[in-house]
């Protein structure tokens, strides 16, 4: 059974950095596109930021673009969200999920998601 395991999370003033890290236990993780979603309070799940399977390509949604960085490391089977520059509106649950090979930025297209990290920003 794959298991995916977020950490990091936390309270930070706006303006201030986080780091997520999802520590992966499957076997085809090395393959695998990684994302990272979030969901504030009342509102539905969205896409926040994907990598492909080496970390030559990444994605990332308009509203973090230029402020989180998704990275990977296929030794340590984990994929971690810098977060600079925090919002309040950055506040939200944040999941990390996997799916084989591909890159999509739909989340009902992963396979496997951990069970994530609450991360607030205050003003």
């Known amino acids: 059974q794959v298991q995916l395991v977020e950490s990091g999370g936390g309270l930070v003033q706006a303006g201030g950095s986080l780091r997520l890290s999802c520590a992966a236990s499957?076997?085809?993780?090395?393959?695998?596109?990684m994302g990272w979603f979030r969901q504030a309070p009342g509102k539905e799940r969205e896409f926040v930021a994907a990598?492909?399977?080496?970390?030559?390509?990444?994605y990332y949604s308009d509203s973090v673009k230029g402020r989180l960085t998704i990275s990977r490391d296929n030794a340590k089977n984990t994929v971690y969200l810098q977060m600079n520059s925090l919002k309040p509106e950055d506040t939200a649950v944040y999941y990390c999920?996997?799916?084989?090979?591909?890159?999509?930025?739909?989340?009902?297209?992963?396979?496997?998601w951990g069970q994530g990290t609450q991360v607030t920003v205050s003003s």
């Open positions: 999920a996997g799916r084989p090979t591909t890159v999509v930025l739909t989340s009902h297209e992963y396979r496997y």
């Open positions: 499957t076997r085809t993780f090395s393959s695998d596109a």
């Open positions: 990598i492909n399977w080496s970390g030559g390509s990444t």
